[in-house]
């Protein structure tokens, strides 16, 4: 056959055989040998690519309690690649390795915090992860920790304006009900007051009448030709003028009226 048929098939043999050691280390129970040899799986260097066979091999070395093998069985959980799609299961390997101190994983967890996937969404709890790695040198925590912190500064911002704009509303209802309180308040004082003036009123009209119907007899009898004045309601004065009759006498009688008239 030509030679290049037989060459794929040559450089595959050959991958096997460098690989060797690694496969023969993975296999006798070495956690890095078999993270390695899941490390060559999942990026096809040095061995065909195979998203499932990485994720056994990473599974194995995760199981030891190897940081890096948690951190890549994690992450092939949050993608979705040689094993289901399940965001809950990757954040609890990342949060397995992060708590070992594997700056990857800490950011990874912080990503998943910051958007609520598989954890519920706190970007405080973010911000510890990315700080966290940060401070390992993680240039992409370091990214992820100056936008969150924006972030968290315009929530907390916008918090602060609608309390503010809270206790506003509250303190105006609060003036509105005092001041009806107060309306309602002089509403009943003054009923009374009023009631109390109309009787004064009613009083007064009645002791004019009285005083009126005593004093409109004329001096010259009953054929006077002088008009009856009939007493007004709320007088501001008494007054008592001279009156000439036809038959040339003089007499004064009380007029009631207000003294403007």
């Known amino acids: 056959p030509p030679r290049s048929t037989l060459f794929p098939y040559t450089t595959l043999f050959r991958s096997e055989i460098?690989?060797?050691?690694?496969?023969?280390?993975?296999?006798?129970?070495?956690?890095?040998?078999q993270t390695k040899l899941g490390v060559m799986y999942g990026t096809g260097v040095g061995l065909p690519k195979d998203a499932v066979e990485a994720a056994k091999w990473y599974r194995k070395a995760a199981d030891q309690g190897l940081a890096q093998a948690q951190c890549n069985l994690g992450t092939m959980y949050d993608c979705g690649e040689g094993v289901p799609l399940d965001r809950a299961e990757a954040a609890a390997w990342y949060r397995k390795a992060a708590n070992h101190g594997y700056a990857d994983a800490q950011n990874n967890l912080g990503?998943?915090?910051?958007?609520?996937?598989?954890?519920?969404?706190?970007?405080?709890?973010?911000?510890?992860w990315y700080l966290k790695a940060a401070k390992q040198g993680n240039v992409v925590a370091q990214g992820n920790l100056a936008e969150i912190q924006k972030?968290?500064?315009?929530?907390?911002?916008?918090?602060?304006?609608?309390?503010e704009q809270r206790n506003a509303e509250q303190t105006r209802l609060k003036v509105q009900r005092e001041?009806?309180?107060?309306?309602?308040?002089?509403?009943?004082?003054?009923?009374?007051?009023?009631e109390k003036k109309e009787a004064e009123e009613n009083r007064w009209s009645h002791q004019e009448t009285v005083l009126a119907s005593e004093h409109n007899e004329p001096a010259g009898g009953s054929g006077d030709n002088t008009a009856m004045v009939q007493p007004k309601a709320q007088p501001s004065s008494i007054t008592a003028p001279i009156t000439m009759h036809m038959d040339g006498?003089?007499?004064?009688?009380?007029?009631?009226?207000r003294a403007h008239v």
């Open 249 to 257: 006498s003089l007499s004064r009688k009380i007029q009631i009226g």
């Open 179 to 194: 001041w009806e309180q107060l309306i309602q308040q002089e509403t009943t004082i003054k009923i009374p007051y009023y």
């Open 111 to 128: 990503v998943l915090c910051a958007n609520g996937m598989g954890v519920t969404k706190d970007r405080t709890e973010a911000a510890k």
């Open 18 to 33: 460098c690989c060797l050691p690694t496969r023969l280390a993975a296999e006798s129970g070495d956690a890095d040998f």
């Open 151 to 163: 972030t968290i500064l315009a929530e907390q911002q916008e918090t602060a304006r609608l309390e």
